[in-house]
């Protein structure tokens, strides 16, 4: 009895604010997240970047397949300047190239300079404002990155938690699939899935089709990143929760009795969560690039919708023309900062959310 | 006589597990790390389980929680209410109501609390899992834990990441109590803390024990942690008890060579007191392949000189040799003249 009274005492009368200041586990991963600077650029860059695209068709000057018909014909000098009213003050400073092959065929992009405010990163073959089409491509690429990155770690999860939670034979045949999974060659992969689901005789791409119309090769492209990209969430979050489930609070759970929903829910879940956010964020990115590679090679997105990856599709018919640089420049950046900000994000999460860490 | 009345009884108990190889997981041999132990634990008292690294008191105390499910064949007879329930038998669903009366205090302070659960919730948990308490009334009887363990109850929102080790160890304490057990199994619950620290737990353990009138079952490898604290003494080797007495009386009149090796091991906080050491040739055998007779035999000093061909025949079985309550489990336990910590410990003139 009086040592406990002893100890009790030992310790200094605590001030009631001092009791109340509690900062969980969050809060501390909040305030080490706001230290880490480039993961703080990355979170801003990637909220403008949701921001434009999810108020895309408010903020764009131009519908996104409208076309300046005017600046293209002018461009391909079939009509004279001037013709139409009195010419724009951001006049295109484009040199027109007095290639006789290109001349009058109308194929050479009219790019206008960046201090104009008509078409501040130019138009590209058809006449199409490209600032326009960046925002309506980021809608459609950030939806596929965010819908297939959410989708695939969800999977992945899933099963990566019940080869885990299971183990035994539950757990090799998981494990081996994952393995095999991971040693196809993607490339040749996502031809032959793509292939299949645009092919109307398969009964799944047929039902799409019928249902979605023609935004159906969002949603083919979003089945096959998530075909593609569960193993490495799996692979992740089994050997989080074999590690959780030897730790000493689990057996202090099943010691009282605890049912299994009970241990995975209050300890399982909570402790693996981070390993699970980071690998989101960081996947969000890889998905946006397998749907731009895909695009690239004109198997994801089919036009008419927009994507970064099919917008720099069309642009390599242009690259090598003067001032042409411009239609694959801006979609190819904002892919690049995306990916390279979610990757900051990414890294920024995982330092912060990782339990060992100090404040 | 009350307090003879016997609460746990381990029979037979045995746990191997499996060493698996190869692709097609083929069971190739088993690690006998508890191989048929029997002791029993009396009500309100203090059994001490001791014994080196890897000889199996951890799985012993794991097994009887169930944690670890034995092998068929064992039995872990808890008596209660004059009613005999055998745990090894028990479905693990039927088993929930016992788990209120069993629960175990760990190691290692830092991962037996869930870093993202607050300490209320820690030790409210097992409230909220037998549904015996909810609302106002959990917090209320948290904050009475808490109390009963030295916390200061205000921490109650606090995180685990937030108490030094020997707090947190309190924290687990608290957690043990919460369901008010009658037996708890104390899983070295001083080792991972400072020697300080080590003896305010030690009191509070005691403390708790005569408030609450627990039993413990107290499993550690520190010998004199285990005088301070227990009644009785279970010495294991390898996966067997070799002896099991009256605290004192163990360290008096030792039994079992391993024991008195044990002994022997004792730091004496005294420098002008030469221990007389006896120290064990060789190594610890490896338990998937424990030596034949009596598994203590390659290291036995005595065995050594007499090379008795029991020892390494036949398994010696854990009998009462005085007939009063001090188990052995040596061939020669009666013959053999082995020495006490006061025989040991020979006492020099400071000159």
Redesign the interface.
């Known amino acids: 009895?009086t040592?406990?009274t002893v100890?009790?005492r030992s310790?200094a009368p605590?001030p009631e604010k001092v009791?109340?200041r509690?900062?969980?586990?969050w809060q501390l991963a909040w305030r080490r997240f706001r230290r880490h600077k480039l993961a703080m650029l990355g979170g801003t860059v990637v909220m403008l970047l949701l921001l434009a695209a999810i108020f895309a068709p408010w903020l764009t000057p131009y519908g996104f397949s409208y076309q300046n018909r005017q600046l293209l014909l002018r461009e391909c000098g079939e009509l004279p300047p001037g013709e139409f009213g009195s010419p724009h003050p951001c006049a295109p400073s484009v040199d027109i190239p007095s290639d006789p092959q290109l001349l009058g065929q109308c194929v050479r992009p009219a790019v206008l300079v960046w201090k104009c405010g008509m078409h501040p990163f130019g138009t590209d073959d058809l006449g199409r404002d490209i600032l326009t089409r960046v925002m309506q491509g980021g809608r459609v690429s950030l939806l596929v990155g965010f819908v297939a990155a959410l989708a695939a770690t969800l999977l992945g999860t899933l099963l990566g938690g019940i080869a885990a939670f299971l183990g035994g034979p539950v757990d090799a045949v998981i494990s081996r699939f994952t393995d095999i999974m991971l040693s196809l060659p993607t490339l040749p992969l996502l031809l032959i899935l793509t292939g299949l689901l645009a092919n109307q005789e398969v009964p799944l791409a047929a039902y799409l089709s019928q249902t979605l119309g023609p935004s159906k090769s969002i949603v083919v492209i979003i089945i096959v990143i998530i075909v593609l990209s569960w193993m490495s969430t799996t692979r992740l979050v089994r050997g989080e929760v074999l590690s959780l489930r030897s730790?000493?609070?689990v057996?202090?759970?099943?010691?009282?009795?605890?049912?299994t929903r009970?241990i995975l829910v209050?300890?399982l879940l909570?402790?693996a969560v981070h390993v699970i956010i980071v690998q989101a964020t960081l996947q969000v990115g890889e998905a946006i690039l397998i749907e731009s590679g895909l695009s690239f090679l004109g198997l994801g997105i089919q036009p008419p919708a927009v994507s970064w990856g099919n917008m720099l599709a069309r642009a390599q018919e242009f690259v090598f023309t003067p001032n042409g640089i411009y239609v694959a420049f801006f979609p190819g950046l904002f892919i690049f900062l995306t990916v390279l900000c979610f990757n900051f994000v990414g890294d920024g999460l995982r330092d912060a959310l990782d339990?060992r860490a100090k404040r | 006589m009350a307090n003879e009345e016997i609460l746990l009884e381990v029979k037979a108990l045995r746990k191997y597990f499996p060493v698996k190889r190869g692709i097609f997981r083929r069971t190739v041999a088993f690690v006998k790390a508890v191989d048929g132990i029997d002791f029993f634990i009396k009500k309100g008292e203090t059994l001490g389980l001791v014994g080196e690294s890897g000889c199996g008191k951890t799985t012993a105390g794991r097994t009887i929680l169930r944690l670890i499910e034995p092998d068929p064949g064992s039995k872990i007879l808890f008596h209660m209410n004059g009613q005999t329930v055998d745990i090894a038998k028990l479905r693990l669903r039927q088993l929930k109501p016992l788990r209120r009366q069993m629960q175990i205090i760990f190691q290692d302070p830092y991962s037996s609390l869930n870093p993202r659960m607050t300490i209320g919730d820690i030790v409210g948990e097992p409230l909220v899992v037998h549904g015996v308490a909810r609302g106002k009334e959990r917090e209320a009887r948290v904050r009475e834990l808490l109390e009963a363990v030295g916390l200061n109850p205000a921490y109650m929102k606090r995180y685990p990441h937030e108490f030094s080790g020997g707090q947190r160890q309190r924290i687990g304490i608290a957690r043990a109590l919460a369901l008010d057990p009658q037996l708890i199994i104390c899983d070295e619950p001083v080792s991972a803390l400072d020697v300080s620290i080590q003896a305010q737990v030690l009191n509070l353990l005691e403390d708790l024990q005569k408030e609450f009138g627990l039993t413990y079952l107290f499993i550690a490898h520190d010998l004199s942690v285990v005088r301070h604290i227990s009644s009785r003494i279970a010495v294991m080797y390898l996966g067997k008890v070799v002896e099991m007495a009256d605290t004192e009386e163990l360290f008096k009149t030792p039994m079992h060579p391993y024991t008195e090796a044990l002994l022997s091991a004792v730091p004496v906080p005294d420098p002008a007191i030469k221990m007389d050491r006896i120290i064990l040739e060789g190594d610890v055998p490896s338990p998937v392949n424990p030596p034949s007779g009596c598994v203590f035999h390659p290291r036995c000093p005595y065995y050594a000189k007499n090379q008795w061909a029991t020892c390494k025949n036949d398994v010696p079985p854990l009998v009462d040799v005085t007939g009063k309550g001090h188990y052995s489990s040596c061939h020669f336990a009666k013959e053999l003249k082995l020495q006490g910590v006061e025989e040991i410990v020979e006492r020099r003139s400071r000159s």
């Open positions: 009895m040592n406990r100890a009790a310790k605590i009791i109340e509690n900062p969980s586990t730790r000493e609070f057996d202090a759970a099943r010691a009282s009795g605890a049912a009970h209050r300890h909570p402790n339990p």
